[in-house]
């Protein structure tokens, strides 16, 4: 066999190989940036606050009568989250307000921070009951699925 003979089986070997994987990886390359886009798309096409994008992803994994129900619990009480969180940035731009005057007040700012935290109080209560109230009106199994999808099960020992 000669020298250019074993090279041209040589090359053609590597090709064989090189060729299914690049097209491979290439495919995943593709998979992955496009799941990327969507996972974008589907974040913008969920308009509000990340809380209210939550909320929408929790009634949509829920079977389609416990997603009504918990959806008209959480809908009915959203005019109150939305005055809370008015609330709580009002509050938190007060607190930015104090902090960052000329002449620093620690009074002033130790006021602030008490209205900030009671109003982030209050809505983090208003949820919770919401909350709740909503997860009330879901089958057990709903309840037992939107558990699973959020990884909760699993972030029992992860407690501050």
Same mark, same amino acid.
């Given at each position: 066999? &000669?020298?250019?003979?074993?090279?041209?089986r040589k090359?053609?070997?590597?090709?064989?190989?090189?060729?299914?994987? &690049?097209?491979?990886?290439?495919? %995943?390359?593709?998979?992955?940036i496009?799941g990327?886009?969507?996972?974008?798309?589907?974040?913008?096409?969920?308009p509000?606050?990340?809380?209210?994008?939550?909320?929408?992803?929790?009634?949509? &994994?829920?079977?389609?009568q416990?997603?009504?129900? %918990?959806?008209? +619990?959480?809908?009915?009480?959203?005019?109150? %989250?939305?005055?809370?969180?008015e609330? +709580?940035i009002?509050?938190?731009?007060?607190?930015?307000?104090?902090?960052?005057?000329?002449?620093?007040?620690?009074?002033?700012?130790?006021?602030?921070?008490?209205?900030?935290?009671?109003?982030?109080?209050?809505?983090?209560?208003?949820f919770?009951n919401?909350?709740?109230?909503?997860?009330?009106?879901? &089958?057990?199994?709903?309840?037992?699925?939107?558990?699973?999808?959020?990884?909760?099960?699993?972030?029992?020992?992860?407690?501050?």
């Amino acid at each position: 066999m &000669s020298d250019v003979t074993a090279r041209t089986r040589k090359t053609g070997a590597w090709r064989r190989i090189a060729l299914p994987a &690049s097209i491979i990886l290439n495919l %995943f390359l593709v998979a992955l940036i496009g799941g990327h886009v969507l996972n974008r798309l589907f974040t913008e096409a969920t308009p509000g606050p990340p809380l209210m994008r939550a909320l929408a992803r929790a009634e949509a &994994s829920l079977p389609p009568q416990d997603a009504a129900r %918990f959806g008209a +619990v959480m809908r009915r009480d959203a005019p109150r %989250f939305s005055a809370d969180r008015e609330q +709580v940035i009002a509050a938190r731009r007060a607190l930015v307000g104090q902090i960052t005057a000329e002449h620093f007040d620690q009074d002033a700012v130790r006021q602030a921070m008490a209205t900030w935290q009671t109003a982030w109080n209050r809505f983090v209560t208003d949820f919770a009951n919401a909350l709740v109230d909503a997860l009330a009106q879901v &089958s057990p199994e709903g309840r037992r699925k939107l558990v699973a999808e959020r990884g909760l099960e699993r972030r029992e020992d992860a407690a501050p």
